[in-house]
């Protein structure tokens, strides 16, 4: 008899040391994904402007799954000290169906970083910055929002194009239609500028003598930030995900043990 | 003269770009033959019509600019000779169709403006003075400007699908199963279980085991003295005080 007793004390100690951790993680991954979904880097206009910002909805998911396990791992808790059997089957079910939109977070927000390749944003950059006559109210939202973050993107990272400077004269682009070619090889934020914000020698920029333009591509500081913010959402709501799937394992033996 | 203008060896990013194009500056190619007053043109014309071309033979023959759709050729950058002196601090570079503003504004001027194809084009410098060409440079060989693609042939998709999204698709789909499996399981199998034990109750003759209580035999209770009575149904001669007939 003790040592049922003492197993069953072990088993609930397990049971509440595994629900205290995930309600930790899920307080967690709300801090994590509101912290996404802020968008730090101002990158957001960009996916907005691909029609393809799923893994900013697998951010938003992820912080109404993180309130949700905090909140089932106390009903757990509780449900565990108390052996109450209907406590337990509701926090089985709630948990599982939480399980679920975390899956969902979770492979939404993987599979979708794949979509972010260089090419996405080149093509997006060559039709959209600064092009000057929007289709309709959504074009020039679109239109706006990928100029400003482009503007902002090579002034601050001290670079040009996605892969280089050369984007603008290996292909056509909307900016082309407004600047002319040999003014205007590439826009003015890729000359390095001095701190006016005027470009330290511009015959030098349009000419490309090495020091009076960017010659680096922005798609590594692009890039670097959306992965940071989909493998963070994706691996951590994963680890997440694994341990949760012991605890709940544990919990349904510990219920199916408990007597009437 | 001998020499051959090209486009510089350096590692410039627009030296050729879809309407300019950058030339070495040439250095003490003309001091032997020019005064001060002379001026050094550079001819540009489409590869396939440098063979035609005839030097001007005044100033006033200079084809302009605005000629190149019709004479296939024009000269521009008319600088002074000093510029292209040993011993004149200049740039390493000229870039040839650097002025817009020029073709906007249509002045006679010897204009440099962007040249409008791609199409092969050959230069030379011409040595004009007062009275007609001087010297000649070779012609370069032919320069051959970008030409830029339409953005609609960018294939945004992905290559191929990344590794990581499978290993998690696959592991987070299997141990949602087993979850789902598991507690369809356990609820199906309690539900099975109550479902027996209630059949069993039912049944008179049940497995459990029952327990005999030891119920002692129970004491005559004592009669109310004062009622004797023999034979049932023949009533009681009551002795007790009459009990009032009815309630108050």
């Not at chain 2, 002025?99 to 410098?125: E, M, W």
């Not at chain 2, 539900?191 to 035999?217: K, M, N, Q, V």
Request: charged share 15%; with cysteine.
């Amino acid at each position: 008899m003790a040592k049922s007793d003492d197993c069953v004390h072990i088993l609930q100690g397990l049971l509440v040391f595994g629900n205290v951790v995930i309600g930790m993680c899920g307080i967690a991954l709300t801090a994590e994904c509101i912290y996404f979904v802020t968008d730090p880097h101002g990158l957001y206009p960009l996916l907005e402007a691909t029609e393809n910002n799923d893994i900013y909805a697998a951010a938003w998911i992820g912080i109404f799954v993180g309130f949700a396990l905090f909140a089932l791992s106390i009903l757990g808790i509780i449900g565990v000290i108390k052996s109450d059997r209907t406590l337990l089957l509701v926090y089985i079910i709630l948990m599982l169906i939480t399980f679920a939109f975390e899956m969902a977070s979770c492979i939404t927000a993987a599979t979708h970083r794949d979509f972010l390749t260089p090419n996405l944003f080149l093509k997006q950059m060559l039709e959209r910055y600064q092009k000057s006559d929007p289709a309709n109210n959504n074009d020039q939202l679109m239109i706006e929002g990928v100029t400003k973050t482009w503007d902002k993107l090579m002034l601050q990272n001290h670079c040009c194009g996605v892969l280089g400077p050369s984007d603008w004269q290996d292909y056509t682009s909307a900016f082309r239609v407004t600047h002319s070619d040999a003014d205007f090889p590439w826009p003015r934020k890729c000359c390095v500028m001095d701190a006016q914000g005027v470009p330290v020698n511009l015959d030098g920029c349009k000419l490309g003598v090495p020091g009076y333009y960017n010659n680096d591509g922005c798609y590594d500081a692009i890039s670097g930030p959306m992965n940071t913010h989909a493998w963070g959402v994706a691996w951590f709501g994963f680890a997440i995900l694994c341990w949760t799937f012991c605890v709940l394992l544990g919990t349904m033996f510990y219920w199916s043990g408990i007597e009437y | 003269l001998p020499y051959v203008p090209r486009i510089p060896t350096a590692a410039l990013l627009g030296k050729v770009t879809a309407t300019t194009f950058a030339l070495e500056r040439p250095c003490c190619i003309f001091d032997r033959h020019a005064n001060a007053s002379d001026a050094v043109w550079l001819v540009v014309a489409f590869a396939n019509a440098s063979a035609t071309f005839r030097n001007p033979l005044s100033w006033a023959d200079v084809p302009p600019y605005k000629q190149l759709p019709t004479a296939h050729s024009y000269m521009t950058l008319e600088t002074a000779v000093a510029a292209y002196a040993c011993s004149a601090p200049s740039p390493a570079v000229l870039r040839v169709g650097d002025d817009t503003a020029c073709r906007d504004q249509g002045r006679h001027d010897p204009c440099n403006g962007p040249l409008p194809s791609p199409g092969p084009y050959r230069v030379k410098f011409l040595l004009m003075g007062c009275h007609g060409p001087k010297a000649e440079t070779r012609w370069s060989d032919p320069i051959l400007l970008q030409r830029a693609v339409s953005p609609g042939t960018i294939d945004p998709a992905p290559s191929h699908r990344g590794s990581a999204v499978v290993v998690i698709a696959s592991i987070l789909a299997s141990l949602g199963t087993v979850l789902a499996t598991a507690v369809l399981g356990a609820l199906g199998a309690k539900l099975w279980g109550s479902l027996c034990h209630r059949d069993l109750g039912t049944s008179a003759f049940s497995h459990r085991s029952y327990r005999t209580h030891h119920i002692p035999p129970a004491l005559p209770q004592p009669q109310p003295l004062s009622c004797d009575c023999s034979p049932p149904g023949l009533g009681c001669f009551a002795l007790r005080p009459p009990a009032p007939h009815h309630r108050n």
